[in-house]
């Protein structure tokens, strides 16, 4: 059985305008891969056709991390780009909900 550390980002954005979503995605993908420990990294958006009662909607960009254990999240946390993404992106930010969690397989 293997097991990691998951930290899983849910943006809610003050202008979300697809131009300003696709500019957080971009954002993501520049400064929050590549991390040491990092076993998956994954950014998107929420699909408008998953509408069901049980998924939730008020979100606009989903930030998806695995890490190899919560000392590499924990290094993540405190990293100069992921210092340096906050504070390029945090203004545009109506609500940030994070969900962190061991997962295994």
């Not at 989903?62 to 906050?86: G, K, M, N, S, W």
Request: with cysteine; net charge negative.
């Amino acid at each position: 059985m293997n097991s990691w550390y998951a930290h899983m980002v849910y943006f809610k954005l003050k202008d979300n305008s697809t131009a300003a979503i696709e500019k957080l995605v971009a954002a993501c993908k520049e400064h929050l891969s590549g991390h040491p420990g990092t076993v998956l990294f994954a950014a998107g958006t929420r699909d408008p056709e998953m509408n069901r009662e049980v998924n939730a909607k008020d979100y606009d960009v989903a930030l998806q991390l695995v890490f190899t254990d919560r000392a590499a999240h924990d290094a993540y946390q405190v990293a100069p780009r992921h210092a340096t993404f906050i504070a390029e992106n945090r203004d545009n930010w109506a609500q940030v909900r994070v969900f962190d969690a061991h997962v295994s397989s």
